[in-house]
């Protein structure tokens, strides 16, 4: 049956024959690759709660810009490559936007809209390019890793193993609630299954830890099939075209909707580099296949996030897995597409899940970003300063703003002191001074 299909329809939309596979690989590696991200339907949903976006239309509005997107990224691009809702944005969205500048999140997705099209005008005036090689590499590894620890930051608060203190600011909460200790195995659980090679290893431990909190009576139980599985899809009603595109033009927030497309465009970036390279996408000459209509996808996805109601899709990482059971086109990524949809089926059940049994997860992505470190010099320390301040005033100030900041502002300051100004491109020096700009008017 395969081989027919390759022969028809499928073949020619995706150039099995011309990449070496056949159908059955791809939908294998496309399920791999669902179970690899479908952590992101049980988290996503729960960080943006917390900016008062109604969770049922948080679900839905995750799991269908995942599908289209993805899909998109299938049948245009032909990119073995899932789309969801982007770990770190998501966090800057609720706990920096709405959580301490204190906007309504319909102006929040305002500005992620503005974002999408100034990504989409970036894409296609080819500046995004230009963009990133202006910036240091050490400054990209930085930014990697002090997102990693700010989500991490965010994921010991949820767990309750970091709380407020008067006199240290953060100090460790008490370890034998039972709900941090929960969150705690689940976090060494989750551990241990990834140190063994074990796919899905995220999502396993988010329910086994959603398991036993209902065994303990810590969180609601299912009690019928309609509390697990419904027909009755959930409606993004509540946040479908709610986006404020007034308010968050009269509000002047620049510098967040400049972060949200710096964040992608680095993330999304070096995502697509790492993936492509293992899915053999580049050509001799260092051309990546179809780079620019994956690039697109990318803009598009940012403003269907906005339209829809939630933070900013990116391609995910964990693409990878599908990628290496043999995932080579975009037959994969509608494979996961599809998968998505399904999960609709299953909304009542992700709404089950507590924020205690997903925080853990946060704290595993951000260990696994923070890795990007020894990639990070820390010889000279007019490259050293800028990258420590880029890496720790992130989650000391629980803004990825900030961090840019200081990084950026500093690196311009440092160069020019050590007589190494030629060192600086002209674009770093309008992204320093944008950044600079925004802290004084902050101050």
């Keep these: 049956m395969a081989t027919q299909s390759q022969g028809g329809m499928l073949n020619r939309l995706f150039h099995l024959n011309e990449k070496k596979t056949n159908v059955q690989t791809e939908m294998i590696a496309g399920f791999t690759t669902f179970i690899s991200v479908a952590y992101i339907l049980f988290v996503n949903p729960n960080i943006l709660a917390d900016a008062g976006i109604p969770k049922e239309a948080a679900i839905a509005a995750t799991i269908w810009v995942a599908a289209l997107t993805t899909t998109f990224m299938g049948l245009y691009a032909n990119y073995p490559v899932a789309l969801a809702p982007g770990m770190g944005l998501n966090a800057f969205f609720t706990y920096y936007v709405v959580g301490t500048l204190h906007l309504p999140w319909q102006v929040a997705l305002g500005a992620v809209f503005f974002s999408g099209v100034f990504f989409f005008i970036l894409t296609v005036g080819g500046v995004r390019q230009a963009i990133i090689r202006a910036v240091p ?3 990209k ?14 994921g010991f608060r949820g767990t309750g193993l970091i709380v407020a203190d008067k006199a240290t600011y953060i100090t460790l909460g008490h370890v034998a609630e039972p709900t941090t200790l929960l969150a705690l195995v689940g976090l060494l659980l989750t551990g241990v299954l990834i140190v063994r090679g074990v796919k899905g290893s995220i999502l396993i431990g988010i329910a086994v830890i959603t398991l036993a909190s209902m065994f303990m009576g810590l969180s609601p139980v299912p009690h019928g099939i309609g509390d697990i599985m419904s027909f009755d899809i959930p409606s993004m009603e509540a946040t479908f075209g709610k986006f404020d595109i007034r308010g968050a033009w009269e509000f002047g927030i620049f510098s967040i909707i400049f972060t949200f497309t710096v964040v992608e465009l ?10 492509t390279t293992k899915a053999n996408l580049v050509k001799e000459d260092g051309e990546i296949e179809n780079l620019d ?7 598009v996805g940012t ?22 059971e043999g995932g080579k086109t975009g037959l994969t990524a509608v494979t996961v597409a599809v998968l998505f949809v399904v999960s609709l089926v299953f909304a009542p059940l992700i709404g089950l899940v507590p924020a205690f049994a997903t925080s853990p997860a946060l704290i595993i992505v951000g260990a696994l970003m923070i890795s990007e ?3 990070v010099s820390f010889g000279a320390f007019d490259d050293a300063l800028p990258a420590f301040l880029t890496i720790i005033m992130m989650p000391l100030t629980s803004s990825i703003a900030n961090g840019f900041a200081f990084g950026f502002v500093s690196y311009v300051v440092m160069k020019v002191g050590a007589g190494k100004i030629k060192e600086i491109s002209p674009i770093m020096w309008i ?3 944008a950044f600079l700009v925004n802290l004084e008017l902050r101050g």
Aim: glycine share 10%; no cysteine.
């Design 431 to 433: 992204i320093a001074l």
């Design 373 to 375: 470190v020894r990639n």
């Design 303 to 324: 403003m269907l996030s906005a339209l829809f109601g939630t933070s900013t899709v990116t391609s995910y990482l964990e693409s990878a897995a599908g990628i290496a």
């Design 266 to 275: 680095f993330d999304n970036m070096g995502t697509l580099i790492g993936l």
């Design 293 to 299: 209509r994956a690039l697109t996808t990318d803009a």
């Design 137 to 139: 590499e050490n400054l």
């Design 141 to 154: 590894h930085a930014i990697t890793v002090g997102i990693g620890m700010f989500i991490a930051f965010i």
